[in-house]
């Protein structure tokens, strides 16, 4: 009986990189350190990150669904708390305070239509019976001179 392993690659099973490619195969390239199961080059795919844990929870606690400044407000200290616990990454939190920041300039316009009572801003808003239409609007400005130099 022949005692030789199955696997003729001298490397260390162990010290080889985890990822498989779409063939079955596994990549022959040695892992970074002993607390990683991937080389340099498989580290930086994102199958191959880390799956951050669900936070979603504690980032809206309080948020008002961002229909207020303080709602947004709340959103951001949570935000600061999850960064300081070091629970995500400051990437992703330089991300969200940036959004937040867009949904913080949006609340006027939303006052706005509220004060116009536009409730559903899909829908285009109701025409006033007594408006008159834009071709009638267009009718009324004069052709242009071509005589005239534009100033």
Same mark, same amino acid.
């Given at each position: 009986?022949?005692?030789?392993?199955?696997?003729?690659?001298?490397?260390?099973?162990?010290?080889?990189?985890?990822?498989?490619?779409?063939?079955?195969?596994?990549?022959?390239?040695?892992?970074?350190?002993?607390?990683?199961?991937?080389?340099?080059?498989?580290?930086?795919?994102?199958?191959?990150?880390?799956?951050?844990?669900?936070?979603?929870?504690?980032?809206?606690?309080?948020?008002?669904?961002?229909?207020?400044?303080?709602?947004?407000?709340?959103?951001?200290g949570?935000?600061?708390?999850?960064?300081?616990?070091?629970?995500?990454?400051?990437?992703? *939190? +330089?991300? @969200?305070?940036?959004?937040? %920041? =867009?949904?913080?300039?949006?609340? !006027? /316009?939303?006052?706005?239509?509220?004060?116009?009572?536009?409730?559903?801003?899909?829908?285009?808003?109701?025409?006033?019976?007594? *408006? +008159?239409? @834009?071709?009638?609007?267009? %009718? =009324?400005?004069?052709?242009?001179? !071509? /005589?005239?130099?534009p100033?």
């Amino acid at each position: 009986m022949n005692s030789a392993p199955n696997n003729p690659n001298p490397i260390n099973n162990d010290a080889r990189c985890q990822h498989l490619f779409e063939n079955g195969s596994r990549c022959r390239l040695p892992i970074l350190s002993a607390d990683t199961a991937f080389c340099p080059r498989h580290a930086r795919l994102g199958q191959n990150q880390p799956i951050e844990e669900d936070l979603s929870a504690k980032l809206l606690k309080n948020s008002q669904d961002f229909q207020t400044a303080q709602g947004i407000n709340f959103a951001l200290g949570n935000l600061y708390d999850l960064v300081a616990q070091n629970r995500i990454s400051t990437r992703r *939190a +330089a991300v @969200l305070a940036y959004i937040s %920041s =867009l949904l913080l300039r949006s609340l !006027p /316009a939303i006052d706005l239509d509220i004060k116009n009572k536009i409730k559903d801003p899909t829908k285009p808003p109701a025409k006033p019976k007594s *408006a +008159a239409t @834009l071709e009638s609007l267009a %009718s =009324l400005i004069p052709d242009p001179d !071509p /005589a005239k130099k534009p100033s």
